[in-house]
């Protein structure tokens, strides 16, 4: 006996209840995202780069809160819904009755100013809340204006950056040097903890040469070890070039603070998104079609939000794959190589416990088929077992035990 899930915790219960006495059936139901399941982005940077203004157009684009009842976010956390053009066209497929998009969180992290990491202004808050993100959004004034007055009195992105980061290396250093202290008089004695020890090492070493904890000669084994220790310097990280409204057209192409940037990403092996943070607060307040109208005349194919987003995907290395019936279309993020009992987790875990097989199939080859039953006459629905590696875009439908 086995129920199909094609994408409230209520029907799933009743589901699961009826599979006990009844026959095979067809359920479709919803179930909530966990919070902690979702990517979350720090936004840092120096006072008056436009990291608030940024912020408050993040804010006015998050998604309805009815999608995520069981929620409670914080006043400085946005919620914003990941761009992706194939749940609305899915949804008319199936006439479903709500579209339910992949979500991130962006965290507004407080100022940072010299001498952070000794508790300077709000140093303490400003670590703590960037140890809890998967990723560090770093904005950077890339804009010349008398009337906003810099911290440091000029405008020079990559002195910002190195402000930052030497605060995120002095914080990480700091953790470094007590853990050592113990682990070392530890491993001594304990064969089981030198390849940690070894790990930690290594990390010290790169951070008392100056350089960041990302760039550690360390085995994925080696940082797997470390995990725990939330360093600061070895989060992923990308570069927000906030410029002017007259430059966003051509992406900063003539302004040389941008140039300077792309410059110090590419040596560092860093992405650069340019925004007009400006322009996202006013994108942000329109409806859609508004929206497009005003993203048309600034010659935007798409919002620098939705850049960010999905460069902060690249970054991550996540990907979505996608459920689809009648009660609602759904993204579910993932990391790249994921298998499919671990991607049926991802919904429930009595489905990765049960887990039969997945019929799936590309969004590609569905749109061309134009339904469901046209692509499974094709033949180009396939079932799938526990560890075929989910592709971006795949729709899945998981069939299991309960």
Known sequence: MYVMVCCSCDAYRIAKAKTAVAP??????????????????????????????????ITHAKVEMANYPFCTIDPNVGLVKVPDERLQKLADMYNS????????????????????SKGEGLGNQFLSHIREVDA?????????????VHVDGSVDPIRDIETIHVELMLADLEIVEKKLEKIRKVAKADKAMRPEADALEKVYATLSAGKSARTAPLSKEEWDLLRGYG????KPMIFVANVAEAEIADDGANNPHVAALRNFAQENKAEVVVISAEIEAEIAAL???????????????SSGLDRLIVSSYDLLGLMSFLTAGPQEVRAWTIRKGTPAVEAAGK???DIQRGFIRAETISYPELMQCGSMQNAKE??????????????????VLFRFNV
């Open 24 to 57: 095979v059936g067809v359920f479709y139901f919803v179930f909530n995202e966990k919070k902690e399941d979702k990517m979350k982005l720090g936004i840092v940077g120096l006072p008056n780069v436009g990291k608030s203004t940024l912020f408050n157009a």
């Open 287 to 301: 409806d859609d079609a508004d929206r497009a109208v005003f993203m048309d005349e600034l010659g935007l194919h």
């Open 378 to 395: 094709k033949g180009l629905v396939r079932l799938e077992g526990k560890d075929y590696i989910l592709q971006e875009g795949d729709i």
């Open 97 to 116: 009755q709500r579209i339910v998009h992949a979500a991130i969180e962006f965290y507004d992290i407080a100022g940072l100013v010299r001498g952070a």
């Open 136 to 148: 560090i959004v770093e904005v950077l004034r890339c804009f010349e204006d008398e009337n906003v």
């Open 231 to 234: 360093l600061l310097s070895a």
């Open 347 to 349: 919904i429930h875990t």
